[in-house]
């Protein structure tokens, strides 16, 4: 009478579970840098996303739009790295880059959109001083000088992965490559 054995051994089970934890070792810091690296990526990428929109809702609106930095998700911030906080969408009808109720000023301005803080970023920065928003006219032109927003991971070693979003005073923006701190 013969028996068939089906299944594994202690031994070889213990040898695959080796194996795998030695891979797992070796690939863990490449995930790492992937994963910054994407994090980074889809940063860069709502802010350009949502850059585009104010600017073709300021087109369609016929009024200003502006995109802010917030850091509460209701008003705008002045602070040199808020950025990474989050930041608003809204038309700007008056002027003074705050969202405003209706009054006798005017009518209630729309808050368009809000992005609430960014996983995995150190910091995300302008290199004006008026970096803290950017104002989109009813011509689709940038109110401000030219920018350059620089999103920097969290962590150490990651310089690789800093992304750099360009804004010309056409108001047409865009991403530089990986690793670019500048838009030349």
């Not at 213990?14 to 994407?38: D, E, G, I, Y």
Request: contains cysteine; charged residues 15%; proline residues 3%.
């Amino acid at each position: 009478m013969k028996f068939n054995t089906n299944g594994l051994t202690l031994l070889e089970l213990l040898l695959v579970l080796a194996m795998m934890a030695v891979l797992t070792s070796l690939a863990a810091p490449s995930f790492r840098s992937l994963w910054v690296q994407r994090s980074v990526s889809l940063a860069a990428e709502a802010l350009l996303g949502d850059l585009r929109y104010a600017r073709s809702e300021a087109l369609k609106r016929a009024r200003p739009v502006l995109v802010c930095q917030s850091s509460n998700g209701t008003s705008c911030t002045r602070d040199s790295a808020a950025w990474a906080a989050g930041w608003l969408v809204f038309v700007d009808s008056n002027g003074n880059a705050q969202v405003d109720a209706a009054s006798d000023d005017g009518p209630t301005e729309d808050l368009l959109r809000v992005q609430s803080a960014l996983p995995a970023l150190a910091s995300i920065t302008s290199n004006v001083s008026t970096g803290h928003r950017i104002t989109f006219q009813a011509t689709g032109s940038a109110k401000s000088a030219a920018q350059t927003i620089v999103f920097t991971p969290a962590g150490s070693g990651t310089t690789d992965s800093i992304r750099a979003l360009c804004i010309s005073l056409q108001g047409r923006a865009r991403l530089g490559p990986t690793g670019a701190t500048s838009c030349r």
